[in-house]
């Protein structure tokens, strides 16, 4: 064999990567859903005041039809 062969081999062989893995960013999931939950909790409150406030507007005619011109 000769020393080329013998070279081309060495590199064949996978090494074992030195250090630690990359870092994903899988440890803030919770985080993210937390907060996803909270916007949709906001939300919700937004739309059942927006709500509330036009039927109280449409009790105070006291006509029942609303401000649509």
Not at 40 to 68: D, F, H, K, L, P
Request: proline share 4%.
């Amino acid at each position: 064999m000769t020393a080329a062969a013998a070279g081309a081999t060495d590199n064949a062989t996978p090494k074992a990567p030195a250090g630690s893995l990359a870092h994903t960013g899988a440890g803030a999931t919770l985080w993210i859903l937390g907060g996803a939950g909270l916007l949709v909790a906001v939300g919700i409150g937004a739309v059942v005041a927006a709500r509330r406030r036009a039927a109280s507007e449409t009790e105070q005619q006291g006509n029942g039809e609303t401000n649509q011109p």
